[in-house]
């Protein structure tokens, strides 16, 4: 009855409102791929990959590509038995790891079908609201001001800045992105952009004159394990990995090393099987979590709102993404300023 008989990926290009510029990097489209789990029983289960080249090393033919693999590899397969799928899929951990985040999610959206109930609470139901923040890319320090002060208005209490392209222009962006949004808490993402030096220059400064930045995201290569660890104990803000912590091998490399105070999980970097495990290592060794996202669409945001919800283990969520894409709404959650609600 509930055997996958099909499986279709479908390429879905989204233009960003804006270009969307972080450090070393701007992005004006989003390819992803749509992915639909067919039923015996007619029941489809829908997911999206949406790929980092930067981050994951994935090209969107290349996913596309693997469309027939796919379908071979969990044909038969029972999705009332999601764990065998995920399994499957875990080989795709380190080469197509977007997909391997669809494709386990569109099986548990089948599964909310048969059973009626939506994926969060599938997934333990610990939550049924999360608050989700809004990025300022890099721009001039003007802009970056209005849009702090325009987007704290709108409701977003936290905000997500984006730096590491110059750390004298940085530290005064963020001095006065704070003078002007003073009650908003700063998610501070440098996207790898800095030297452990610079790093540690920048957060003592900023410290210094009292910016509320309550994460300090990847500020250095992610392979700089030694730079981590000793930004970790420089840094009066915790760090958090994220271009460094993919799989769950990763982060429990980070942790075992000391190397961070937080980690910035992603369904695309780690699927759904990783990131729950990512979930428990962190609250067996009192690492803290967030929440982040590539290039999703309100389809591909609607997993990790249903996977934050159900886990509940996240201190910050960083979904934002289909708010900055041309889109039709299409997501299984209702949106009222910051506030994400899932829904079936
Ligand atoms: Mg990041």
Redesign the pocket.
């Known amino acids: 009855m509930h055997e996958i008989v099909n499986v279709t990926f479908e390429l879905k290009t989204y233009e960003y409102i804006e270009p969307f510029r972080i450090a070393n990097n701007v992005e004006n489209k989003a390819h992803n791929v749509e992915v639909k789990v067919y039923l015996k029983d007619g029941a489809v289960g829908i997911g999206e990959a949406s790929p980092s080249y930067r981050v994951n090393g994935e090209r969107v033919s290349a996913l596309l590509a693997l469309e027939d693999d796919v379908k071979e590899m969990i044909s038969g397969e029972d999705v009332k038995n999601y764990r065998r799928i995920f399994n499957i899929m875990d080989g795709l951990s380190r080469t197509a790891p977007s997909v391997k985040a669809a494709v386990q999610y569109a099986t548990l959206d089948a599964l909310s079908a048969i059973w009626n109930a939506p994926v969060y609470q599938i997934l333990g139901g610990h939550k049924n609201r999360i608050h989700t923040d809004k990025t300022i890319g890099i721009d001039t320090l003007n802009v970056m001001v209005e849009k702090a002060r325009k987007t704290f208005e709108e409701g977003f209490k936290t905000l997500k800045i984006k730096i590491g392209e110059n750390l004298k222009e940085d530290i005064e962006k963020m001095v006065a992105i704070s003078e002007a949004t003073p009650e908003a808490s700063y998610i501070v993402?440098a996207?790898q952009g800095y030297t452990t030096k610079t790093a540690v220059q920048f957060a003592q400064e900023v410290y210094r004159q009292n910016v509320n930045v309550v994460v300090f995201?990847?500020p250095i290569m992610w392979n700089d394990h030694d730079g981590l660890k000793l930004l970790r104990y420089a840094s009066p803000f915790p760090i958090a990995a994220?271009?460094s912590a993919k799989t769950k091998h990763d982060v429990y490399d980070l942790i075992r090393n000391e190397c961070v105070d937080f980690v910035?999980i992603k369904l695309m970097k780690s699927g759904l099987s990783d990131a729950l495990s990512i979930v428990e290592l962190a609250k067996t060794t009192n690492i803290g979590l967030m929440i982040?996202c590539m290039g999703e669409s309100s389809v591909g945001i609607n997993q990790s709102v249903h996977f934050a919800a159900g886990t509940g283990a996240f201190s910050y969520h960083d979904l934002d993404s289909h708010m900055m894409l041309k889109e039709n709404f299409r997501g299984k959650f209702k949106q009222e300023r910051d506030n994400l609600i899932p829904t079936l």
Do not use: H, K, P, W
């Open positions: 993402d996207n995201e990847q994220d271009e910035n982040g």
